[in-house]
């Protein structure tokens, strides 16, 4: 699948801006922004479902601008399922099948072997109102994996599922989705779900992509701002400094900066690479302002100045609010963007992962 300079406008405004994405076949690849990013928008367009403004798409080898929806050979899973309720799960799994014309037989054939896929052999005869929200998305999924068409379009498909069903359901799409070597766009507005599931994860935000890459390598250097504090739970601290000659201005901060660094510079760092410590051996100090136990540690947020600043910290950590603490930054793992541009700034050392 490729998109070559794909745009969408309503009327001036720019819902999809000039997104060029190459696609290998098989690949997972997650497009991942915050609502109104244009994610949805990008995914409708592939799918057929609206015109591009300008620019060109392609599924295999063929050009599929003026190819209608159901002859893109590629298969959807929607948030809400879209299951037709008065069917069973059998006739809502085949009726991609029937759709196409496929005998009886051997329709029954191709349902049963989906179900099984799915998980779902035993509920064949039910309707979608008497089976679970994980259950029916599963229908859902056998439903796309009933023929095996060149793409699989999925927009948020577990969204409506509890927080452990999600998880759970996450590792069974990915084993299958390896299983069945079909190339799979997703939607999430969840960084989680993009990080675990994707081969390769593109950022979105307004209209635009911002990095496309494989989920560590976005993780370890974003490309920008945006990506550094959308990736990460919780996102990376950023701080936004002045530097004159190797030296941070302000008295908040005292840090070696880099040699190409200088000016109005916006410095990053990740919780779990802080450390606390007593105040005169840190780089920054502040008052305690919350400490929440996430379980495997827990995350103490400190105000300087400004900024609260987020570090994890061990779980048996005894920090009372308003406790003068000092924040150590680990040189090795800083990342500096040009406050103006957003743009990440590479350093000869420091900045590498
Ligand atoms: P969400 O996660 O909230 O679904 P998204 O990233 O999928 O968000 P899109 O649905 O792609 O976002 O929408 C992108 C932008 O295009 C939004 O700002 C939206 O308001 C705008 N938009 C979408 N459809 C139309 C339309 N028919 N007319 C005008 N603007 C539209």
Redesign the pocket.
């Known amino acids: 699948m490729t998109l070559s300079s794909v745009s969408?406008f309503?009327?001036a405004?720019a819902?999809?801006d000039d997104v060029s994405l190459d696609m290998a076949d098989g690949e997972f690849v997650v497009?991942l922004?915050?609502?109104?990013?244009?994610?949805?928008?990008?995914?409708?367009m592939i799918a057929g479902l609206?015109d591009p403004t300008s620019g060109e798409i392609r599924i295999g080898e063929r050009v599929v601008n003026d190819v209608p929806p159901g002859e893109r050979d590629l298969a959807m899973v929607f948030q809400n399922y879209g299951l037709y309720p008065h069917m069973t799960v059998a006739d809502n799994i085949g009726y991609p099948l029937k759709v196409a014309g496929v005998p009886r037989d051997e329709r029954m054939r191709r349902v049963r072997a989906a179900a099984e896929r799915v998980e779902l052999g035993e509920y064949l005869d039910r309707r979608p109102s008497q089976l679970s929200g994980g259950q029916r998305q599963r229908v859902a999924l056998g439903r796309a994996i009933v023929r095996t068409p060149k793409l699989f379009l999925m927009?948020?498909p577990l969204s409506n599922l509890d927080a452990k069903l999600r998880v759970y359901m996450r590792a069974e799409l990915k084993h299958l989705q390896r299983e069945l070597g079909t190339t799979t766009v997703y939607?999430?507005?969840d960084q989680v779900e993009a990080m675990t599931l994707a081969d390769r994860v593109a950022v979105?935000s307004k209209?635009k992509l911002q990095q496309v890459g494989r989920p560590l390598d976005i993780y370890n250097r974003p490309s920008n701002v945006f990506v550094a504090g959308f990736l990460g739970n919780p996102p990376m601290n950023l701080i936004t400094i002045h530097v004159t000659g190797g030296r941070v201005e302000g008295a908040h901060l005292t840090l070696d900066v880099p040699a190409g660094v200088n000016g109005s510079v916006t410095v990053g760092q990740r919780p779990e690479d802080m450390r606390l410590d007593a105040p005169d051996r840190a780089n920054m100090a502040g008052e305690v302002y919350t400490t929440e136990l996430l379980g495997d540690s827990a995350l103490v947020t400190v105000k300087i100045g400004k900024d609260l600043i987020s570090v994890k910290a061990d779980k048996e950590v005894e920090t009372r609010m308003g406790e003068q603490v000092g924040i150590r930054l680990d040189p090795k793992h800083l990342h500096f963007f040009d406050t103006a541009s957003g743009k990440r700034i590479d350093v000869a050392n420091g900045a590498a992962p």
């Open positions: 969408k309503w009327g405004f819902a999809v497009l922004g915050p609502s109104g990013c244009g994610k949805s928008t990008t995914m409708r609206d927009d948020e939607v999430t507005h979105m209209g």
